[in-house]
């Protein structure tokens, strides 16, 4: 059973930076891509940031160069660091994995959400 635990998120003032975690455990074989995406009240899910195995990413062009991913391999974590937090970067940010439990079964796996409010 593969579980995605997150941490770090909370209230920050405009301007401010965050850094979240997210760490993957259970039984599995790989975890093809790691990622973060997040929702706003009244909005659709986004994607925020995604990392492949190999270290490609992608980021919402409206991130770009304010949000930051990294992956941890061995230790099966991908962080987001936030700078420059802006109030409409309020929301609940979920953390994504994209993990083979087998050789031939590919699943996608969320986290429980945690919330980010950048407020002041």
């Known amino acids: 059973q593969v579980q995605l635990v997150e941490s770090g998120g909370g209230l920050v003032q405009p301007g401010g930076s965050l850094r979240l975690s997210c760490a993957a455990s259970?039984?599995?074989?790989?975890?093809?891509?790691m990622g973060w995406y997040r929702q706003a009240p009244g909005k659709e899910r986004e994607l925020v940031a995604i990392i492949r195995s190999g270290g490609s990413t992608n980021y919402a062009d409206s991130l770009k160069g304010r949000f930051s991913i990294a992956r941890d391999n061995p230790k099966n974590t991908v962080y987001l660091q936030m700078n420059s937090l802006k109030p409409e970067d309020t929301a609940v940010y979920y953390c994504?994995?994209?993990?083979?439990?087998?050789?031939?079964?590919?699943?996608?796996?969320w986290g429980q959400g945690t919330q980010v409010t950048v407020s002041s």
């Open positions: 259970g039984r599995f074989f790989s975890i093809n891509a």
């Open positions: 994504y994995a994209d993990i083979n439990i087998s050789w031939a079964s590919e699943f996608d796996y």
